[in-house]
């Protein structure tokens, strides 16, 4: 691995440079903060990661992704892009992103936090930090329909020892077609499948346009091919509706002004906002991003770009051929797949008028059935069941801060005492700082208490980032204001309960048995020192139950010694890890839930989950771990189109709802319930209630909630 350690060491020592670049261009602005792992795709750990580098390469990864899903629905989904346009794209992955600059710390970084199985490079892009940190971590990786294309032949040719030790790095390959993979035997050192082209089984978007005659579609064209197509479609009888589409965006302004020399009738995409073309344009501008490939369908031929540059051989022609479009391209197509396809070749500009007139006259072909998904997933099937990685320090570098963190925890439980309350009490938290689903769990609890024969139950939280702060004990009203209580508290309430938020937690629990609750249930209490507990409830997170280590190196408030103060531990995805049995305290309860979604709150008040069945979806969250909410909400049956996140506790402003409702594009919204309390006001707002279900232990929790009701009120 000698040469692929170099090129990583050089590929680090450029970064500041290559940083600095992705800073100023435009192009990639967007994506400083993903490319350098400043934040993360939310998805949950286990995931299959599929990489497919621009838009198309996401059409195949689309029909590998959908294929997988029918597979296996438990499965998490993780799509990267190393395009702005791909990381937009929507290929139906629970979360989608970039690909981190390839620098080994960054690398490291992606897979230390997101934690994928199992790595799936569509059609190739091969990174050498990125292949050398999957092979230290033993995480599989492999390539699904690989295509070589010439800087694939050029590296092979310049770098030889380079790219043996890459192709080294994939366990897994499937390729293309046989000229592919005849290229990669000998140095793969063995047979590789051969699975076709992935993208001719992707399903067609939506078409963005529609026009009342015959058109023709040129995608990915280069500079000089727009000019060829105009003068051979000016000398056709009947001159198609030529819709242009740049291979790259910063020449939309460069064709605007051919088209305007030209003196032809043209309108930009843009300029369209409902997608209707009128009958006296000839030349539609296709100055958007992503919409390309549902614009073949409707077209009556297509003509492949890059076709007439030797240097670029041609891009794909998977998308109109998937269409059963007709296909025209020039002399230079080695790097599309058009073998034993029915295309219109021109071996010069000349010829083009020619081809296009044959072409426009062909019948459409029949959609094509394919078969390629399903000969690449029973190669890549052993991925899907790799093992998911285990837990590692989020932050090393905080590793050296973490006793000055445990100090002052520990003088904190040295000089407050707790005081007992004129109730029972109990309380629900957790080791990590969040998104371990301690809410959920204290309703549960709470609802288990409120339900039982003359008994009455609160339920408190410290109003955590409440406005406006202060240290007065609030009780929720009828109307609950997420914002003066906090949205733990404006949930609670939402349910029925009795919520109280205070930052002095006995405070609370003196106003709840005021107002005649028998029991109290504290939100988030495990490291409160203000009142005494009854029963300490701790939940933890089966997938990553250290947290990535105490702050700040992760979010785990207190060492793991400290569940021994806990009478239950109550395990969310997953089971309670069997090494940490000795820290348990002898008579612990072990509870192992799962998330359930319940119901669907709408405009209309509250339905059933299935109600959005079908129908297109934009959710946002800003909760912890949002990732397990679009999945519940995919598994509902809504189509979830669109997913935005915002951080934990998100207090929204009117432009961002604003955006948001801009951002759906009339496609329904959906938040959390937690949202919704939050104070999120949006006409057709639909917000997911999900509670936590025990699957084991629920009768031992149920005699023990119920022993609590036994004990007298205590004077307080």
């Not at 391209?329 to 058009?338: C, F, K, N, R, S």
Request: hydrophobic residues 45%; aromatic residues 4%; charged residues 20%.
């Amino acid at each position: 691995m000698r040469a692929l350690g170099i090129a990583t060491t050089v590929e680090g020592l450029l970064l500041p440079g290559i940083a600095a670049w992705a800073a100023l261009e435009p192009r990639t602005r967007s994506q400083v903060a993903a490319r350098l792992t400043w934040t993360l795709p939310e998805v949950e750990p286990g995931a299959l990661w599929v990489h497919a580098a621009s838009l198309g390469e996401g059409r195949a990864a689309c029909a590998l992704l959908s294929a997988v899903r029918a597979l296996r629905p438990d499965l998490p989904l993780l799509r990267t892009a190393t395009s702005t346009a791909g990381a937009g794209q929507d290929v139906g992955a629970d979360a989608s992103g970039c690909l981190p600059l390839d620098a080994g710390v960054l690398v490291r970084r992606f897979l230390r936090r997101v934690r994928p199985r199992a790595l799936v490079l569509v059609e190739g892009d091969l990174w050498p930090a990125l292949l050398l940190a999957c092979r230290r971590r033993n995480l599989p990786v492999a390539v699904a329909g690989a295509r070589v294309g010439q800087g694939t032949r050029r590296l092979v040719r310049r770098w030889p020892g380079l790219w043996r030790e890459m192709v080294a790095c994939v366990g897994t390959w499937t390729a293309r077609s046989e000229e592919d993979a005849a290229f990669l035997e000998p140095t793969v050192g063995g047979e590789v499948p051969v699975c076709g082209d992935l993208k001719l089984e992707a399903t067609p978007p939506r078409p963005a346009l529609s026009w009342a005659r015959p058109a023709l579609v040129a995608g990915s064209t280069h500079p000089g091919e727009e000019g060829y197509l105009l003068d051979a479609a000016s000398h056709l009888p009947a001159p198609p509706l030529v819709v242009l589409a740049p291979r790259r965006p910063d020449r939309f302004e460069e064709v605007a002004t051919l088209l305007d020399a030209r003196r032809v009738r043209w309108v930009r995409r843009t300029a369209l906002p409902d997608g209707r073309v009128p009958p006296d344009v000839d030349v539609v501008l296709l100055d958007t991003l992503g919409e390309l490939a549902g614009l073949y369908a409707g077209a009556r031929a297509a003509f492949v770009g890059g076709t007439f540059d030797p240097e670029v051989g041609g891009h794909s022609a998977a998308e109109p051929l998937g269409a059963g479009v007709p296909v025209v391209h020039g002399p230079h197509v080695w790097a599309t797949a058009l073998e034993g396809r029915r295309t219109f070749p021109a071996p010069d500009p000349r010829d083009l008028c020619a081809a296009l007139s044959s072409a426009l006259g062909a019948p459409l072909a029949p959609l094509p059935t394919g078969g390629a998904v399903d000969r690449a997933l029973r190669v890549l099937a052993p991925l899907l069941d790799a093992p998911v990685p285990g837990e590692a320090i989020h932050r090393p570098l905080g590793v050296p801060l973490v006793p000055l963190w445990l100090a002052a925890g520990a003088s904190r439980r040295v000089l407050r005492r707790r005081r007992a309350g004129p109730v029972p009490v109990v309380s629900v938290g957790s080791l990590a700082a969040g998104g371990t689903g301690k809410t959920p769990v204290a309703l549960w609890i709470a609802g288990r208490i409120g339900g039982r024969p003359n008994a009455s139950v609160a339920v408190v939280s410290r109003g955590y980032r409440r406005a406006p702060r202060g240290n007065d004990v609030r009780v929720a009203g009828a109307v609950p204001d997420g914002r003066f209580l906090g949205d733990e508290t404006a949930l609670a309430a939402r349910r029925g309960f009795l919520a109280i938020s205070c930052p002095d937690r006995l405070a609370a629990v003196r106003e709840a048995a005021r107002l005649g609750a028998r029991v109290a249930v504290i939100d988030d209490g495990f490291q409160q020192r203000d009142v005494e507990v009854d029963l300490d409830v701790v939940v933890i997170d089966g997938r990553e139950p250290q947290a990535g280590g105490v702050i700040p190196a992760g979010t785990r408030r207190e060492p793991l010694a400290a569940i021994r103060r806990a009478q239950v531990v109550w395990v969310h995805h997953g089971s309670f890890p069997q090494d940490w049995r000795h820290l348990l305290a002898p008579d612990a309860l072990v509870v192992e839930a799962r998330y359930q979604a319940t119901a669907l709150l709408g405009p209309e008040g509250e339905t059933a989950v299935e109600a959005l069945a079908g129908q297109p979806v934009a959710a946002f969250a800003g909760i912890a771990r949002p990732a397990g909410f679009f999945r519940m909400l995919a598994a509902t049956g809504a189509r979830v189109e669109r997913r935005r996140v915002f951080p934990d506790h998100h207090a929204w402003t009117a432009r961002e709802i604003r955006d948001l409702v801009a951002w759906a594009g009339g496609r329904t919204l959906v938040a959390t319930e937690k949202d919704l309390a939050r104070g999120v006001r949006i006409p057709g707002l639909h917000a997911l209630c999900i509670e936590s279900v025990p699957i084991r232990g629920a009768s031992e929790m149920n005699a023990r909630v119920g022993a609590l009701l036994s004990e007298a009120p205590r004077p307080g």
